[in-house]
């Protein structure tokens, strides 16, 4: 592994190749570079998932294959939260730290990866775009308290494949970027699809808010209801809509199934994760067969939900985040409804649209460290991110 510790405070890089990894030097991402999650499986680099427990190998990423296809340069692999399972960046290694907040959490669990693209450049190693996962907002949590953008794609999108990720939970996993525009989130897009993305007007449409009283603290409320009033500045019409909690299912599927990835480590009594995670993975083994069926149940009912305000509205506003970026070690927040567990404050407002599988665009505020989501129906990634793309050349423009 080569030393890359001196200029990475941050503790942002997992491994990091003597020379980037580039299979050729023509294409629509030539001169592009990409950090990639260590979850990805990548030939010649190790593969630790942030931990120091083993892990299964997952095989070739045919994601990253496809990127250096296309001409991008793949510069190294960056640190998560152990395994995936969490949502501040803590793991096996000493955990990453927030890009310009030395102590503050970037968020999880593509705490790397929002690092690597928020820094843009470390020591010699610059990057352009970063490969995260999102399970329950592992995209979009780091790209908030990071103020970059995020992007997690429709569940099973063929060009955001992941074939070759070490799962966490393959109901709920996808694969996605981080960049700090959303310029180049669409350039990798297009490449990868062979489908233009053009900027769409926000006149007329539809936009249901979803900001549930309490769930975020009053800099995130006034952030968001901020953001509402430049979309209808831009010609969107708001209303509020309704979408309950949903961990009563996000919890045991992803829980069962990823003790189901980690079973041969669960076989041993010390396999050397976190003693958090440790204890979610033998919590998820012992949830019975009826445990997990009624979880996939309330997912249909929920599915149900979302389909029905996606039948009155075309996009949904959501805080990306209950309050901007905890500190290192902080374990609870306060938000309206007073002190929750930062765990659960977090999920709540992202997990429903992983477990759903709908496609979600994370982009930051005018508040700093505090993102929106902008979700769109199942299969919509081009009109979703159409529409995100008008909203940064708006804003570049001053409008």
Same mark, same amino acid.
């Given at each position: 592994?080569?030393? %890359? ?8 890089? /997992? ?5 980037p ?14 950090? @990639?999650k260590?979850?990805?499986?990548? =030939? ?7 931990t ?6 997952p095989?070739?990423?045919?994601l %990253?294959?496809?990127?250096?296809? !296309? ?9 998560l ?8 960046? !803590? ?34 190693i ?9 399970? $329950? ?6 790209a908030?308290?990071?103020?970059? @953008? ?5 569940? +099973?999108?063929?060009?955001?494949s992941?074939?070759g990720? !070490? ?11 981080l /960049?700090?525009?959303?310029t180049? %989130?669409?350039?990798?897009? &297009?490449a ?8 769409r007007?926000?006149?007329g ?6 900001l549930?009283e $309490?769930?975020?603290?009053s800099?995130?409320?006034?952030a ?6 430049q979309? &209808?500045g ?8 309704h ?11 992803v !829980? ?11 076989? *041993?009594?010390e ?8 204890a979610?993975?033998? *919590?998820?083994?012992?949830l019975?067969?009826?445990?997990v *069926?009624h ?8 599915r ?5 305000i996606?039948?009155a509205?075309d ?6 985040? =209950?309050? =901007?970026p ?6 609870? %927040? ?14 709540r407002i992202?997990? =429903?649209?992983?477990?759903? $599988? ?7 505020? &005018?508040?700093?460290?505090? +993102?929106?989501q902008? @979700? +769109? ?5 081009d009109?979703?991110l +159409?529409? /995100? ?11």
């Open positions: 592994m080569s030393q %890359v510790t001196s200029n990475d405070p941050q503790r942002a890089w /997992a491994y990091v190749p003597p020379e990894l580039q299979t050729r030097q023509d294409g629509p991402l030539a001169g592009l570079t990409f950090s @990639v260590d979850l990805y499986g990548v =030939p010649g680099w190790p593969l630790t998932a942030s120091r427990a083993p892990v299964p190998d095989g070739e990423s045919v %990253v294959e496809r990127l250096l296809d !296309l001409g991008a340069a793949a510069v190294g692999k960056t640190h939260h152990e395994i995936a399972l969490g949502i501040t960046g !803590l793991n096996g290694f000493g955990g990453t730290a927030h890009p310009t907040l030395p102590d503050a959490v970037p968020g999880g669990s593509s705490s790397g990866a929002a690092v690597s693209v928020a820094l843009g450049q470390v020591g010699p610059k990057v352009n775009f970063a490969l995260g996962t999102d399970t $329950g907002g592992s995209i979009r949590v780091p908030a308290w990071c103020g970059v @953008v995020g992007f997690k794609p429709t569940k +099973g999108h063929e060009a955001w992941t074939q990720v !070490l799962p966490l939970s393959w109901t709920c996993d996808h694969a996605g970027p /960049a700090r525009d959303v180049t %989130v669409v350039k990798v897009h &297009e990868l699809t062979g489908q233009e993305v053009q900027p007007d926000w006149r449409v539809r936009v249901a808010l979803w549930p $309490g769930w975020t603290d800099t995130v409320t006034d968001v209801l901020a953001f509402a009033g979309l &209808e831009l010609g969107a019409t708001v209303a509020p809509v979408l309950p909690e949903m961990m009563d299912a996000y919890t045991p599927i !829980l069962s199934e990823a003790a189901q990835v980690h079973a041969e480590a669960l076989k *041993q009594d396999p050397g994760f976190l003693p958090f995670t440790l979610s993975l033998r *919590q998820g083994a012992a019975s067969a009826a445990d *069926q979880a996939f149940e309330r997912r249909v009912e929920y149900a939900l979302l389909d029905g996606f039948t509205f996009v949904i506003l959501a805080p990306a985040v =209950p309050t =901007p905890p500190l290192q070690g902080q374990d609870e %927040v306060e938000i309206g409804e007073g002190v929750m567990p930062l765990r659960r404050a977090v999920l992202t997990s =429903p649209f992983s477990l759903l $599988g709908a496609p979600v665009v994370a982009y930051p505020t &005018e508040t700093p460290f505090v +993102g929106v902008l @979700v +769109g129906r199942h299969g919509e990634d009109r979703l +159409g529409l /995100a793309l008008a909203l940064e050349e708006k804003g570049e423009k001053g409008a």
